[in-house]
């Protein structure tokens, strides 16, 4: 099925053109219906999801802000925001909850299989605001580094685990939230 932008010309007749009119139009709502709902009761025009393509580059800057895919040092394609004054990397955030039975060294976040990132990690006891910490995070796909930026409270520290997983060590009992905002290399 193909769009055909020159149908109906000036000189063929509505009653000759259904076939291709109503291809027309079954072309128009399977191609919004990939990123929005169409004929979806409540839902029409709302979007599923957004998909982009690879710019391969920035586009030329806008007075407007947009939205764009493009390739990063490592080769994996990553979002980006740019307006008339800046290009700024989209960062994702990968969150979790814990429960510390026990003071100790715990795992919060396993990073295997995921792609390579530099990040930053935030963490707090959502019972105990006086406990919190943050470091720096260093990812490549295999190896892990973790630095201690600021520890408070319980927390004693953050630390490699296992090779792929962020462990925190606590001396106290609490339920640990935390955080990793990432940069993509």
Same mark, same amino acid.
């Given at each position: 099925?193909?769009?055909?932008?020159?149908?109906?010309?000036?000189?063929?007749?509505?009653?000759?053109?259904?076939?291709?009119?109503?291809?027309?139009?079954?072309?128009?709502?399977?191609?919004?219906?990939?990123?929005?709902?169409?004929?979806?009761?409540?839902?029409?025009?709302?979007?599923?999801?957004?998909?982009?393509?690879?710019?391969? $580059?920035?586009?030329?800057?806008?007075?407007? $802000?947009?939205?764009?895919?493009?390739?990063?040092?490592?080769?994996?394609?990553?979002?980006?925001?740019?307006?008339?004054?800046?290009?700024?990397?989209?960062?994702?955030?990968?969150?979790?909850?814990?429960?510390?039975?026990?003071?100790?060294?715990?795992?919060?976040?396993?990073?295997?299989?995921?792609?390579?990132?530099? $990040?930053?990690?935030?963490?707090?006891?959502?019972?105990?605001?006086?406990?919190?910490?943050?470091?720096?995070?260093?990812?490549? $796909?295999?190896?892990?580094?973790?630095?201690?930026?600021?520890?408070?409270?319980?927390?004693?520290?953050?630390?490699?685990?296992?090779?792929?997983?962020?462990?925190?060590?606590?001396?106290?009992?609490?339920?640990?939230?935390?955080?990793?905002?990432?940069?993509?290399?």
């Amino acid at each position: 099925m193909a769009w055909v932008q020159v149908f109906p010309t000036g000189s063929t007749l509505i009653s000759q053109s259904v076939a291709q009119i109503q291809a027309n139009w079954l072309f128009i709502q399977n191609n919004i219906n990939t990123d929005h709902y169409f004929d979806s009761v409540g839902n029409e025009g709302h979007h599923r999801f957004s998909q982009y393509v690879n710019q391969g $580059g920035d586009p030329p800057l806008s007075n407007d $802000g947009v939205v764009y895919l493009k390739p990063v040092t490592s080769g994996s394609i990553q979002p980006f925001y740019q307006n008339s004054q800046n290009i700024r990397q989209i960062p994702t955030v990968y969150s979790g909850t814990a429960a510390v039975g026990s003071p100790g060294t715990f795992s919060i976040v396993n990073l295997a299989g995921s792609q390579a990132f530099s $990040g930053l990690l935030v963490g707090v006891d959502i019972t105990n605001v006086n406990t919190r910490g943050s470091a720096l995070i260093m990812w490549d $796909g295999v190896n892990l580094s973790v630095t201690n930026i600021a520890i408070g409270g319980s927390v004693l520290g953050f630390s490699v685990l296992a090779a792929t997983s962020i462990g925190v060590t606590s001396n106290a009992i609490y339920t640990f939230r935390w955080n990793i905002i990432t940069m993509y290399n």
